[in-house]
């Protein structure tokens, strides 16, 4: 089990890394969180939706995602509220304290029984903590850290992170707040993001070791341009002031309190001739070629937001007064329409709020989510195709996570006959034709909207930009409006990823002891064949 100081400190990233390098040794590992609280989720192939972590884990472990691998997962609604989803499926929103007094005494089987079944398929199981084991509030009802240890005989290593400092505090003050038969259970240190100069550090490795009896496994360095996908938004902090290059492309995310799934931009940000901006104020808008309205598990509130800090009239305003290109993605989408509506406080207490108005659409907000891996081909009158005369369309791989419907409003003061649909997506995972006999509002056949000059579109698909004929396309759409010469082909995402799974293991194989964490593991080392 991997367990960390704090939230942060880098246990998701050395969990995938050692997934990897099992994999690579000739083992088959498998990775498992048993309650994860994150927005940024992953879709799995039968369509359910669990943490994305542990869905990149399982893609670094050469696996499909299944919810074993993270069987609950908390959704943050807003303050203290949050939606419960059990085995992929939301099941319920709840308070903390309901989900603490009424929900954990019973999670306990949910979280055994998913780890069973995952030890009885596989090698090895990497487990995932969360936050630190040290939150003296929580223990006593804790699914996730010590007690999941303890119930799986586990032994814990326990990593930090250096960059932040206070690296010895942290560790010995964890180890000093656990019960000894926990601390019993923590079998090495593991020392991340180190910047400096090892032998300076190196006395301080060595108290810590005789102060504590437990040997420091390794200290890795920080990795910049770390390039696989983040779960958690607090790695947009560094993103936002990161001072990045000027390149020949600026695309501009809103960064709104509850986006959800931002990892749909990475691809975008590997591109050679973008730069990829996370913006929360109007006055950083600066002159983007492309402003993004990402996903969002609030739409209402975070559409508030937006008029909050006057983005929806800056946005409006750039969009209006020169090339900008406006793309909402899921939430995004819902926003950029006429109307939402939420009869049922599915997302907000809210019930109705008028959108931004740029696309003929209402969202009313349901009861049921829909999660659906989703392939497809831009439609033939799709804006975004640069070459409306082929006649095969650019093919899609993406997924879907939202609980709105998206219907044409043909009441809107906006023409509908101006606008086009984007996607035709295989009938099998879609849901049948609209009702001929609806009148006023008829239910889009086709995913997604964009006006027909290709300045305004949004859709429902996340991971549109992974693919990369899209990806390209579009991009060099945009390059051919600002005067710029095409790329046509740039890199494979998939491959990206993979070679990027290779990397970091590689760092973690030269910077950790090996040996030991076999012999912690209980397995045998094998010689690894770096072909």
């Avoid at 799974?501 to 076999?518: G, M, S, T």
Wanted: charged share 25%; net charge negative; hydrophobic share 40%.
């Amino acid at each position: 089990m991997l367990q960390g100081t704090a939230s942060d400190v880098g246990k998701s990233i050395v969990t995938t890394a050692l997934c990897r390098l099992f994999l690579q040794d000739g083992y088959q590992p498998a990775p498992y969180k048993s309650q994860n609280m994150a927005l940024n989720s992953y879709v799995t192939l039968d369509g359910k939706e669990i943490g994305r972590a542990q869905g990149v884990q399982a893609e670094a472990c050469g696996l499909p995602a299944t919810t074993d691998m993270n069987p609950i997962l908390i959704k943050p609604i807003k303050d203290m509220h949050s939606q419960i989803v059990v085995h992929g499926v939301p099941k319920m929103q709840m308070s903390a304290m309901d989900y603490r007094n009424h929900f954990l005494p019973q999670a306990k089987t949910i979280v055994l029984d998913a780890l069973d079944r995952l030890r009885e398929q596989y090698d090895i199981v990497l487990m995932e903590g969360a936050g630190s084991p040290a939150e003296i509030n929580l223990k006593d009802r804790d699914i996730v850290n010590m007690n999941l240890a303890g119930w799986a005989d586990a032994p814990v290593l326990l990593i930090s992170d250096i960059d932040r400092g206070g690296v010895f505090a942290s560790l010995v003050g964890t180890l000093e707040l656990l019960e000894p038969h926990e601390r019993a259970r923590v079998k090495g240190f593991i020392v991340n993001k180190f910047r400096g100069d090892l032998a300076l550090l190196q006395p301080g490795l060595d108290w810590l070791t005789k102060r504590t009896g437990i040997p420091v496994l390794g200290v890795l360095p920080y990795i910049p341009e770390l390039r696989i996908e983040a779960e958690d938004s607090v790695v947009l902090d560094e993103l936002q002031y990161r001072r990045q290059k000027e390149k020949e492309m600026d695309i501009v995310v809103i960064r709104y309190p509850r986006i959800s799934n931002f990892t749909d931009f990475d691809a975008l940000g590997w591109e050679p001739d973008v730069v990829v901006r996370y913006v929360s104020n109007a006055d950083d808008l600066g002159q983007p070629d492309v402003i993004i309205l990402p996903g969002t598990k609030d739409t209402i509130s975070d559409l508030t937001f937006l008029r909050e800090r006057g983005l929806d009239r800056a946005i409006k305003g750039k969009w209006h007064e020169r090339e900008v290109q406006l793309v909402g993605i899921c939430g995004g989408y819902q926003m950029l329409g006429e109307r939402l509506f939420d009869p049922n406080a599915v997302e907000s207490e809210t019930k109705h709020a008028e959108g931004l108005g740029l696309l003929p659409l209402i969202t009313t907000f349901a009861k049921e989510k829909r999660t659906v891996r989703v392939k497809g081909t831009a439609a033939k009158e799709c804006p975004l195709r640069v070459d409306k005369n082929k006649e095969t369309g650019l093919t899609v791989d993406a997924y879907e996570i939202h609980m709105g419907i998206t219907e044409i409003d043909e009441s809107a003061r906006l023409r509908s006959e101006d606008y086009r649909p984007l996607f035709v997506l295989n009938t099998e995972t879609k849901e049948a034709e609209a009702d001929p006999s609806a009148e006023g509002i008829k239910k889009v056949h086709l995913e997604g909207c964009g006006a027909a000059d290709g300045k305004v579109w949004g859709t429902y698909l996340h991971g549109l930009f992974d693919n990369d004929e899209f990806r390209r396309t579009w991009l060099d759409g945009l390059r051919l409006q600002k005067g710029l010469p095409p790329i046509s082909e740039t890199f494979q995402a998939a491959v990206y990823k993979t070679q990027e799974f290779d990397r970091v293991a590689e760092i973690v194989r030269n910077h950790l002891d090996l040996d030991q964490i076999y012999e912690i593991a209980g397995l045998p080392k094998k010689t690894h064949d770096i072909t």
